[in-house]
């Protein structure tokens, strides 16, 4: 019953797209998939990651990072999840139905709430918790440091329907992505306000509603303890806890060989990975990811200003050598991707690279001398007596990072483009350089998925008006600095599309013009490596698919 209202409704709004999706991207999880009955009761999992973050709320700016969710996806409620044959549904723990309707112009989510399900200190969920999330992530409140607002900046109202456990989400215009919302859900009393926004989850998890609870965390030791709920209404973990361990990557990788960690994400690096490989009762499991390696151009640059410059990068880039050199020692092969939101593996992936995608240094050498830059005898292009110098920034220390700027660098010298490589301090790259725009280029990687406009619309979006006569725009997360309103237009067509189609055919045109503007170059998909113990089942790479912390388990013996 819960999949059909929600396929029903999901017709009218491309719902349909994302169970395609979603359908295709499960065969490729790697996770040693077993039934609960195939599994022992108990056990401790030694989970490594590789960072201990201060702010655990996974929707705060400061928490928007992968370690943030690996934990707390454990802990907090998310309100949909996959079908098991594709497709998003309302999960059964947090939702017994759904139902979406066009209402005129705009569009009204009619949400079941489980009347069982409750907060840790025994608050139930309520349409409040809801309401509270909606307003603190709409964008418009002050105070609260959000880390995206696409979807919640629709959101008119959120009321009380029947009873409190009915919450009702009027939309001023219809949002196709309607179930990327609310995950994870906020407990109102974290959510109502900007500091208990800000602090609640700061070095602290106060409030959960998930199959484990939070048991403390030790800043001196790196630590985070998780322990099975007693007072979970779902299916009970299988597991008695997870205990996540911060260690950089060489000490992670030492510990899984030693029988410390029982698993850990595994960094796209050869010799991690052949270290990794060669544990006894250990294995690395792979899959295809929701993610990818591109080089950001920085539009705010004197010299990559002209679309003309920009354009000359991209053809003397050879990204399938950079791919090659990326993955070679991890068994996987990729082709440069095409696309800056659909990923490939799911339906609706396009090749709009065009023109762009394929390495051309005459073509490349034309555009840069209709853009005024004038080869010389040797040495680097250049226009009104200034070289075409770029800066390159690197994460110091991280050496596949250095290596593949190096690549760029002997490539982009060939059209008479010099490059001077500069590491920053990790920490710093994005606060100190990137997203304040002083760079020329840098290379990073962005998060995809079954929701693609949502994910990433801020990052290709038209910038905010800064101060009222300041002149300075608010590019927010689009550090390319690179837009247009038919960017703009088409992204939002995707996001109110009514089918499955017009969608696609939106996102595959913003992207389009993505590559006329010049606006960053994807390099890859990267995929999935997780180093993790040969008898642990549920476990791995799952792809696009989040993973069932309550079905995490040791296999039975025997």
């Not at 009762?281 to 705010?300: F, K, Q, S």
């Not at 180093?531 to 476990?539: E, S, Y």
């Given at each position: ?5 929600l396929l029903a ?16 991207s ?24 590789n960072e ?6 996974p ?6 990072l ?10 907090l409620p ?11 549904r ?7 139905g759904?139902?979406?309707?066009r209402?005129?112009?705009g ?6 709430l489980n ?14 918790d ?7 992530l709409?964008g418009?409140a002050d105070?609260?440091?959000v ?17 409190r456990?009915?919450?009702?989400v ?18 109102a009393?974290?959510?109502?306000d ?16 998930g199959?484990?609870?939070?048991a403390?965390m030790?800043p001196?030791?790196?630590?985070v303890t998780?322990?099975?709920?007693d ?19 060489e ?13 850990f ?8 990975f ?6 006894d009762?250990g294995e690395?499991?792979t899959a ?5 390696r ?7 640059s004197p ?11 991209f053809?003397?880039i050879?990204?399938?050598?950079i791919t ?14 095409g ?10 992936y ?9 390495r ?24 009104d007596?200034?070289?075409l ?26 059209i008479?483009?010099a ?11 994005f ?5 304040p725009?002083d ?11 079954d929701?693609?406009?949502s994910?990433s619309?801020?990052?290709w ?14 590019w927010?997360?689009n550090?390319g600095r690179i ?8 992204m ?11 969608a ?31 008898d ?6 799952p ?5 069932d ?10």
């Amino acid at each position: 019953m819960l999949s059909a209202v929600l396929l029903a409704a999901s017709a009218c709004t491309g719902g349909t797209q994302n169970e395609q999706r979603t359908a295709a991207s499960a065969e490729a999880a790697d996770i040693n998939a077993a039934d609960r009955d195939e599994l022992a009761d108990g056990g401790t999992l030694e989970w490594g990651i590789n960072e201990f973050p201060a702010q655990w709320n996974p929707h705060h700016a400061d928490g928007n990072l992968a370690t943030v969710h690996t934990v707390m996806d454990a802990l907090l409620p998310a309100p949909f999840e996959p079908g098991p044959d594709g497709g998003a549904r309302p999960d059964p723990d947090y939702l017994l139905g759904a139902d979406v309707r066009r209402d005129g112009g705009g569009q009204v989510l009619t949400l079941e709430l489980n009347p069982e399900a409750h907060w840790s200190d025994g608050t139930p969920i309520t349409w409040k918790d809801y309401r509270a999330t909606a307003e603190a992530l709409a964008g418009g409140a002050d105070g609260y440091k959000v880390r995206g607002e696409v979807g919640y900046d629709r959101i008119a109202s959120v009321e009380r329907g029947a009873d409190r456990f009915e919450a009702v989400v009027s939309f001023d215009e219809p949002f196709s992505e309607y179930p990327s919302l609310f995950d994870p859900l906020l407990p109102a009393r974290y959510a109502g306000d900007p500091e208990s926004f800000d602090s609640g989850y700061l070095e602290d998890v106060p409030l959960t509603a998930g199959p484990f609870a939070f048991a403390g965390m030790d800043p001196k030791r790196q630590t985070v303890t998780l322990e099975r709920s007693d007072d979970w209404w779902g299916d009970p973990a299988k597991l008695d806890g997870i205990v996540f361990r911060a260690m950089d990557g060489e000490a992670l990788t030492t510990s899984f060989l030693e029988g410390g960690v029982d698993a850990f994400g595994l960094p796209i690096d050869a010799a991690a990975f052949e270290r990794a490989s060669s544990a006894d009762g250990g294995e690395v499991r792979t899959a295809l990811g929701p993610d990818y390696r591109h080089i950001t151009l920085n539009g705010e640059s004197p010299a990559l200003s002209d679309v003309r410059v920009r354009h000359a990068l991209f053809l003397g880039i050879d990204r399938e050598a950079i791919t090659d050199a990326a993955l070679e020692g991890v068994d996987w092969s990729a082709e440069p991707l095409g696309n800056h939101f659909l990923l490939e593996g799911l339906p609706g992936y396009t090749d709009n690279s065009g023109e762009w995608g394929e390495r051309d240094t005459g073509r490349a050498a034309e555009l840069l001398d209709e853009a005024g830059w004038k080869a010389g005898d040797g040495g680097a292009r250049t226009k009104d007596g200034e070289p075409l110098t770029l800066r390159y920034l690197v994460p110091r220390g991280h050496a596949p990072a250095q290596s593949e700027a190096e690549m760029v660098q002997a490539m982009l010298e060939e059209i008479g483009v010099a490059v001077e490589i500069e590491p920053v301090g990790g920490d710093e790259l994005f606060s100190r350089y990137v997203l304040p725009g002083d760079y020329d280029l840098v290379s990073f990687v962005n998060t995809g998925g079954d929701f693609p406009v949502s994910a990433s619309l801020p990052q290709w979006a038209s910038p905010a008006g800064g101060a009222e006569g300041s002149g300075d725009p608010d590019w927010r997360s689009n550090v390319g600095r690179i837009s247009s309103p038919e960017i703009d237009a088409a992204m939002e067509e995707a996001l109110a599309a009514p089918d499955a189609e017009t969608a696609t055919a939106a996102v595959n045109e913003a992207d389009r013009l993505l590559w006329e503007a010049g606006h960053t170059l994807p390099l890859y998909q990267r995929p999935q490596l997780m180093a993790v113990r040969t008898d642990l089942a549920n476990i791995g790479a799952p792809g696009f698919r989040p993973l069932d912390y309550a079905d995490i388990g040791y296999l039975k013996k025997g």
